[in-house]
T-cell receptor, first 115, second 110 residues
Framework: GAGVSQTPSNKVTEKGKYVELRCDPISGHTALYWYRQSLGQGPEFLIY????????DSGLPNDRFFAVRPEGSVSTLKIQRTERGDSAVYLCASSLGSGPNTEAFFGQGTRLTVV | QKEVEQNSGPLSVPEGAIASLNCTYSDRVSQSFFWYRQYSGKSPELIMSIYSNGDKEDGRFTAQLNKASQYVSLLIRDSQPSDSATYLCAVNVGDYKLSFGAGTTVTVRA
């Protein structure tokens, strides 16, 4: 497909478990972002990649959260020791480059439920 | 103060009417403004971007920007039931980060 692809679409996990969420950006897009959206709220920034490196991870809530993008394309968001408060929709977006006028396009999200 | 604030709604309009959505932002140096539409349970879809003061029209959508007032709006003309969704205002923070409002839910009554 031509859009941002995220897997799985839904993930239910037990408190304390480890989860990985995957994002496949639009082909050719060098910039990749992770956002988190809680019910009734707008997306909140987590981390930004330009190429393979995490250029800004200031939105990650704590050190249980980590993301990688080893080859500059697919990214994985990793959450250790999940907590019920981590339940949210995790959105991935990509853009052709970066800069203030850059348009970012979102994937369909992964709905994470921690029970 | 939140970086981006929107009318929480819900906003209910009859079919064929104009829906008017408002957004204010706090960072005076922001340069880019975006409107995303989000259907229930779906991802945000970019529908409008605006970078200069004034109006920008795209089909039934018009975005309006007033940087002096730190205000951006979205008008939906001839509203259709398919326009029923949550509309998210997003403002750039620096070169790549977007700050979103909480969204305004619009319901178009047939």
């Amino acid at each position: 497909g031509a859009g941002v692809s995220q897997t799985p679409s839904n993930k239910v996990t037990e408190k304390g478990k480890y989860v990985e969420l995957r994002c496949d950006p639009i082909s050719g897009h060098t910039a990749l972002y992770w956002y988190r959206q809680s019910l009734g709220q707008g997306p909140e920034f987590l981390i930004y990649f330009q190429g393979t490196g995490a250029a800004d991870d200031s939105g990650l809530p704590n050190d249980r959260f980590f993301a990688v993008r080893p080859e500059g394309s697919v990214s994985t968001l990793k959450i250790q020791r999940t907590e019920r408060g981590d339940s949210a929709v995790y959105l991935c977006a990509s853009s052709l480059g970066s800069g203030p006028n850059t348009e970012a396009f979102f994937g369909q999200g992964t709905r994470l439920t921690v029970v | 103060q939140k970086e981006v604030e929107q009318n929480s709604g819900p906003l209910s309009v009859p079919e064929g009417a104009i829906a008017s959505l408002n957004c204010t932002y706090s960072d005076r140096v922001s340069q880019s403004f975006f409107w995303y539409r989000q259907y229930s349970g779906k991802s945000p879809e970019l529908i409008m971007s605006i970078y200069s003061n004034g109006d920008k029209e795209d089909g039934r959508f018009t975005a309006q920007l007033n940087k002096a007032s730190q205000y951006v709006s979205l008008l939906i003309r001839d509203s259709q039931p398919s326009d029923s969704a949550t509309y998210l205002c997003a403002v750039n923070v620096g070169d790549y980060k977007l700050s979103f409002g909480a969204g305004t839910t619009v319901t178009v009554r047939a």
